[in-house]
């Protein structure tokens, strides 16, 4: 990046005004680079439908099916108390770009 300023005889002054631009400048890339990496997670989202879920609660049938994956178990009380572990090791086996 290339910043040049002589708006006024005084270098100082120049200085600090180039030093404002450049701030600017940089800050104007981090939001670019920020609003980039949120643009290519929200276009990586499904939409919120009908049929678009991510998971099944079957308790009648003892069953909990992740439909991304296709993994399912039928320890419907062991999920619901937090152990996802099977379907994290799903997930990130079926997406390992993602585990960024």
Known sequence: ???ENTET???PKNR????QL????LYDRAMKKRMEAQAKVEASKKKIEWGSQIRSYVFDDRR?????????TSDVDGVMNGNIDGFIKAYLMEFPEEEK
Do not use: G, P
């Not at 600090?16 to 030093?19: I, L, N, Y």
């Not at 450049?22 to 400048?25: A, I």
């Open 1 to 3: 990046i290339l910043i």
């Open 9 to 11: 005889r005084d270098q």
């Open 16 to 19: 600090a005004k180039a030093m």
């Open 22 to 25: 450049l701030k600017s400048q």
């Open 64 to 72: 909990v099916k992740d439909h991304r994956t296709n993994y399912q």
